[in-house]
């Protein structure tokens, strides 16, 4: 069966990351991957990805941050000091042995029109990403268009998709390029909802039609492992920390067996 990974979860409620790793080691996950955000918490990006890799964890890879995110579009200096950062962000994976990492091309707030500004500029990130040997797949987030117009325009071979099933169904009412993209899945962030909002439900809690999910990642060619994005929050705080990510364990284990039928 496929491997299944997991997110260290920054965002989950009234525990630490280090008690989000040790439950997601007992819970038998043996991948994960890791929110490289550039944050102020007070248990760094790097000592969780040190601390997981100590316990055996292998890191699928790197989520890197999106602040100010949709500035890449505009002609101002935070557009442009974005290029920067993501290079030193790539710069620091690659020293740290994480060949993939994830970007968005916006967030949540209102967002400018793609234009040939910010693709120059993503232009400029992959390139550098290809030098250092690292892939590069690209999010769909809330708005569609931003994914055709980059894979597109660029011919980049080190370039692709992280599919993100929360989003697709909360935001794109399940609508999704899979032919265009077909054997450019990169990685995905298997997550639930019941459309209403990004919710991070672990799968089946939500109203994802699964089956349909995994036939068309399955048609795509999508070839990497079972990656929750889960959060342990609201009424997962119901039970412990360690019972979430075994329950979340049991999903993974699910969906990889239907990725075998």
Known sequence: MREIAVCIQNDNQNVTPIQTIDAIK????????IQWYNKNWECSQKEQLDYARSLGLNVV???LGYQ?????????????????RYKEDLKACKENNISLVILHLISKD????????GLHRVKEIVDYAKELGIQVAFENTKTWGYLEYVLTNLDNDNIGVCYDAGHCHAFYDDKFS????KNRFFAVHLHDNDKSDDLHLTPFDGDIDWKHVVSKLKESNYQGPVTLELCYRCDYL?????????KGYEVGEKLARMFKE
């Open 26 to 33: 007992k819970a038998g996950f043996r991948n994960v991957f």
């Open 110 to 117: 209102l967002e400018p029109m793609y234009n040939e500004i």
């Open 238 to 246: 119901k039970m412990s920390i360690e019972e979430f990510y075994q």
């Open 68 to 84: 100010n995110i949709n500035e890449i579009w505009k002609e101002n200096e935070i557009g442009a000091s974005l290029v920067q």
């Open 61 to 63: 890879f790197a989520h």
């Open 178 to 181: 899979y032919e265009l993209f």
